[in-house]
């Protein structure tokens, strides 16, 4: 069954979301996440960049600043301000996207921004814009957490003074089941998405939605099992940074780490 | 609300050390919503229609409805367009031309509390499947700004909905008849001011506070939509404490609809 | 007969705009105003507001200023500039309007702003902006003049310093007699409509348009009908500022004025 | 027209001491037009068209013609498009980009006087009722800017109507033929300069006007469409003034055509 | 046969490009320019202007300048810059083209914008800007080389100190023969195109674009071609500016200089 | 490419230096290109893609498809749209917003290399003729910049062509199959540094060069495209040289590909 079919119908007859052993269509248990890749510092051009691959998603972030801030108004003599562009590239999905920013972009800049502005000294730059730019070059579910996940480690790379790295991943309800980071077709055919960004160290959320229907004993098990996708998220962030400074000066290198399980 | 100017933060030094009292500066209880007064229907060009005042906050809601092609993905479900305009009458700040981050969070939050929560029935709304269905468009104008646009503006829309009347007869589609609604979900918004959590703010209140939660609720209790905003951050217990909240004003803003 | 109905088609067959004892669709006469209603002051963030309903349009009017003047290069070093902006709410019309400016709207936010100009101590504020917004929350011909009535009363409700209060109405014609104040119904199907802004104290002409077809005399006849309409609201116009700072304080009052017949 | 700036004031003065003794700089009186020059059909690729010149003002304007659906209020009735474009080639106060208020006040206005006037058989560009009409664009492009474009353009746009040719044979709509026309109305325009009227003013006498007449007039000296515009005023002796002007000033035109 | 039939079909049956005797379709030779009026002087209001008739092109040019740079953001403290901007009149083709730039003439302002700057002594003009107008009324194949002639004029007109005038036009292919300065039919049905703008004194090529399919010698004999078509352009640019300046204080001259064969 | 501030004269000065020896910065020869690895079909929910580097400069692209109409005058082609999309991660001067003049001469430039030359069998994508045919989009973004977009691109593009596979089935119009190719064309671009021509520069190379010339050559060693840019000149037989370059260098790419 392509892509597309799954994408434009009604769950299709005898497919099940979950099946009888409680294994997911990719094969996944309700507290797995998908496996991620994550790499620091892949652009020559950006002060600061990251890569990220969460299953079938494909983001590139890239951080450029403290730098001037454009455009003039926007300036903030306390501190620096965070301007980020989340941006489809209109291959990313199945139906061709047309280039530019549209509705859901705008918003998912504005909600990644303001998590990113939490984890930034601001005040050590005042005047200035840190300007964060995420390309999803292939989406399939989740590229506003992945998309943040790979901003957050942008903005290490490019050394700007962070309070902390900020993980996110999203839980929600298929098949009368929570469970953790969902893919497209769960996200298709599910009842609920949760999308949350979590500090683990303090406990701080920093980015939370939610999409469909939760009894609120089921919204608890979401961020229940988010939490622990965040942590581990969390470790493979450190990761890349740890290999990225290990290697610095020559190229970034093609090392992948691949997070099975889950322990949340 | 991101934007910390020296002088609020002495507006939010006065209004913590009310908060630290168990005080607002108009008087309400951190988990009070301001005098709502809507009336439904003012708007005779309009399918349905509500003008809502939540404190100093005015918003005019209307419904119109046409006729147009499904989406290939859903044949046999009306299109819903929900749209919320910033319009510079209604605050010093608020701009012309294409909408801003902010509408556009707004729009994208109300539109996201009508749609995932079933709200209408968008399958009554199909005339011919494949080919014909109502298209509505839920436009919200703020026409008085003093904060929580989200609540005003959701509130509003159910309530315009709630007197919606499917303009058939005008389109030669048989007689008209009400819109038909399921689930009527409720949003609340909460805002965190140092570390109190207060419903329904002002833009004064607004302005200081570093988080925001809105969440939708149905007549069960259930979540329907949430979104944080704002760059602070929210422990959980927190967000259940705003979840409470919000649940038990969404209650009462029911019974008045 | 439905709204759409009368709009989208030719006079229905039987249907007089005018019957044999001269009587208008509406139960008017050919000299007499719709019902007019005025309020100043009814929104608290603007600084100065006022609402009319005139039949069945219903208008908000919104000031701001004098204050400073965006975009810094239309600033005029001897004078305040009025900026104007004519609105109509997607919902205002029978088919669903886009929101945002259209050519119309510019069109009339240009003529009405520079009647308003006229009527405002401009010199008194050099550099500033003087800021009014115009809501049609819903439309019934006769926008354009009920909008600039509003406007005005807005502007004094600002306090701004004026020369005077601007009323405004049209004439046209229909069904070959010159009649006073065009509603919707007689503007789609008349032959003739011209808008006027006039002040009866001093025969000042500050909005003069005219489409259709008349004779040199019938635009005599249109004219002298229309300043007698100007002059019964700007009686009203004067009455709901009265009002409002009688009450000055308190929350403006539902008062409501209806303007009858009009001995032009 | 509205910017009082120090220069126009000096401007000011000295064009009025001129009015006061009955001359204008360019030594014409009050009431005359400037020597009008119009070249009929020279666009081959256009329809229609007409270069021409008012004084040192020069407009070319061009008719295209496509064949589309009609409106659904007009389902007998060929559709006409009016756009007037301010190049920044003609002024150096002309900007590219969307159009200005002035650009859009024009062409609402030049649209007006074909459009109301009912200068064109719109009836007679109709193919077949409800599903195909004629298209007609008029196109006007300011080339040289001195004053007046008002008349300039609405005159130059009704010799190009009055050469268009229906390129029928091309559409495979049967032979081509002329545009049906009907009444000729001429616009004219008159500013208030201190207490003095003067016609057809050049782009100096309109910077220190305080408001301007445009009165379209057809051939038996009937009114088919007004515009004031301005923040001055006028007394209704001076618009009567002013529409006998463009009376008279019309005829002599209309004969030139 | 129409202009439309010609445009959107393949070449009509029994129409050849090239009769036998070697003549094209309007009756020129392979190496023929098409008849060439140059007016300078046209307009008032700008600073410099050209008229330019190329077979059935017509084209008029405009120049402001030197004078303040717009946008700001542009300016260049050590020379003045060169804005252009390319427009087809909606009416100058066949089929209505929107107001407004589209990406052609984008590209095509660019491009000879590049070829005008080499052209001028920018460096006497620090932090301004030349603004170059190009509006073509009648389009038929060859605007933007016939665009480039008038521009160049345009600027000599406005007594900016300049290198050289640049003259320009195309050659290309046809019926397999290398041809000068195609015409609409030519460009529709040939098979390629090169735009050449060429300094004869000194040889150096400012302009040159290639469409189409072309082996190198053909390349080589087009070049020759346009070459030779840019000599006669020159002289015609020349004698454009002496009949201007003969006369200058009175109006412009309707002065024709039609160009017949060309000694490439 | 127009700009030239001091420090460019400075390092203007440093690379002219240089290439007087034979010599450039980053050690290669006047007529080599920068190393090129081309990663192909990397991105599932395309067609086709490539990502591609040219020493630094990095470029993604991806094919999408679908059905659509033929424009009226090839009634039996599909239809063909490039586009390049200079986003700001690539670059501090790159700007969101509506494509710059560069861009668009890039998009203009790569598409004139892939059409003029007859690349895709744009009748092998004729569904049924007048009727349905396939719409074919090539998007081009530059993720990392280091001068020579022009090569990047049009290389990266024809890549990605190579891989594309027509998602018939999808569409419901039959089996997928290959994307029908004939010729491929490589372009190739060279700028002009004092009096010296160096191939594919880098971003510090072309900021202090004063033309440039792209060439597109096919297997036969003819021309297909060419586009000449920057405000400063070339003699012919420097194009001469150019176009030589520019073809071997095309030969070296193809044999990759």
């Known amino acids: ?86 941006n489809m590239l209109s291959f990313s999905v199945d139906d061709r996207k047309r280039p530019g920013p549209d509705r859901r972009s705008v918003e998912i800049s504005k909600i990644v921004g ?35 996940t790979a901003a957050s ?52 959320i920093l980015l939370l939605q939610m999409d469909g229907h939760l009894t609120q004993a089921e919204f608890d098990r979401a961020i229940e099992l988010a939490k622990g996708g965040c942590t581990t998220i969390y470790g493979l962030q450190q990761d890349a940074l740890r290999r990225r400074y290990a290697f610095a000066g020559g190229d970034a290198q093609e090392s992948e780490q691949e997070a099975g399980g889950n322990e949340a | 609300m991101s934007q910390r100017s020296p002088l609020s933060e002495v507006k939010k030094g006065h209004i913590s050390t009310l908060l630290s009292k168990g005080k607002r500066s108009d008087g309400r209880n951190l ?4 005098p709502v007064s809507i009336i439904e229907g003012a708007i005779e060009t309009a399918e ?24 290939g993905d859903t044949p046999n479900k009306g299109v819903l367009t929900t749209n919320v305009e910033l319009i510079p009458m209604a605050f010093e700040e608020f701009e012309s031309g294409p909408p801003s981050p902010m509408a556009i969070e707004l729009s994208r939050v109300v539109d996201r509390g009508i749609r995932e929560s079933q709200m209408i029935d ?59 609604l399921r689930s009527m979900p409720i949003s609340c918004t909460t805002v965190k001011i140092g570390d109190y959590l207060v419903l329904d703010p002002t833009l004064e209140e607004d302005e200081v506070s570093s988080a925001r939660l809105t969440v939708a609720t149905d007549e069960n209790g259930d979540l329907r939509a949430m ?31």
């Open chain 1, 1 to 86: 069954m392509s892509y597309g079919d799954l994408m434009s119908m009604d769950l299709p007859e005898g497919l099940k979301l979950i099946d009888e052993e409680g294994k997911r269509l990719d094969g996944r248990r309700a507290d797995e996440l998908r496996p991620i890749k994550i790499e620091a510092g892949v652009l020559r051009r950006a002060d600061g960049s990251a890569y990220v691959e969460m299953g079938k998603n494909k983001i590139l972030a890239a951080v450029y600043g403290p730098r001037e801030c454009h455009p003039r108004h926007l300036q903030d003599p306390t501190r620096a301000i965070v301007q980020c562009h989340y």
């Open chain 1, 114 to 148: 303001e998590a990113l502005e939490y984890s930034i000294f601001l005040e050590q730059f005042p005047r200035t814009s840190i300007d964060v730019y995420i390309a999803v070059l292939q989406a399939n579910a989740g590229t506003r957490c992945a998309g943040l």
């Open chain 1, 153 to 204: 480690v942008a903005v290490a790379d490019a050394g700007i003074p962070m309070r902390d790295l900020i993980p996110a991943c999203a839980a929600g309800k298929v098949a009368d089941t929570v469970v953790l980071d969902l893919n497209k077709e769960e996200d298709n055919f599910g009842d609920a998405d949760v999308p949350l960004a979590y500090i683990p160290r303090t406990g701080e």
């Open chain 2, 31 to 34: 988990d009070e919503m301001r």
């Open chain 2, 48 to 71: 349905g229609s509500a003008r809502m005042k939540l404190g100093n906050t005015e918003v005019a809601v209307g419904i119109k409805m046409g006729v147009g092609e499904p989406f």
């Open chain 2, 122 to 180: 968008l399958e009554g709304l199909c005339i011919e499947p494949k080919k014909e269905v109502w298209v509505l468009y839920v436009d919200i104008y703020a026409l008085d700004y003093d904060g929580n646009l989200f609540d005003a503006s959701s509130i509003a829309a159910v309530a315009a909905l709630k007197n919606t009347v499917v303009p058939a007869k005008r389109f030669g589609k048989g007689e008209d008849f009400q819109l038909p």
């Open chain 2, 227 to 257: 979104q944080k905003g704002g760059n602070g951050f929210f422990t959980y217990e927190e967000v259940k404490k705003a979840i409470q909240m919000s649940t038990e004003a969404g209650k009462a803003i029911r019974e008045k609809l």
